[in-house]
């Protein structure tokens, strides 16, 4: 069984910068496309970037690109989500998520494609 566990959250400055991390503390994540997805508060969550099974495909929100940077590592069975420039409206919870019905190259763009979620991290960016 599936279980998603975020790490690495934590209140840094603007410009600063963060590595936010996947795993899982049952079966392996690798098989599945894994989306990153955020919570500020008062907002809806929104998705912030995903990777396909195979590493290949990679898709960010506008908000985010060429900040942030989705990878995996299949030897460590994880998935992470390095995020440089950090700025306060970035702040939020994140949620990392698995998409169990696609594989290969294909990536999940919808929240309601994703199958199985994290509890989150919290991500602070502020002065």
Known sequence: ???LVES???LVQPGGSLRLS??????SLDYYAIGWFRQAPGREREGVSCISSSGITTKYADSVKDRFTISRDLG?????????????????????????????????????????????TQVTVSA
Do not use: F
């Open 1 to 3: 069984q599936l279980h």
């Open 76 to 120: 460590k069975k994880t998935v992470y989500l390095q995020m440089n420039n950090l700025k306060p409206e970035d702040t939020g919870v994140y949620y990392c998520a698995a998409d169990l019905h696609i594989i290969g190259d294909d990536v999940a763009s919808r929240e309601d494609e994703y199958d199985c979620w994290g509890r989150g």
């Open 8 to 10: 690495g959250g934590g």
């Open 22 to 27: 996947c795993t899982s503390s049952g079966s």
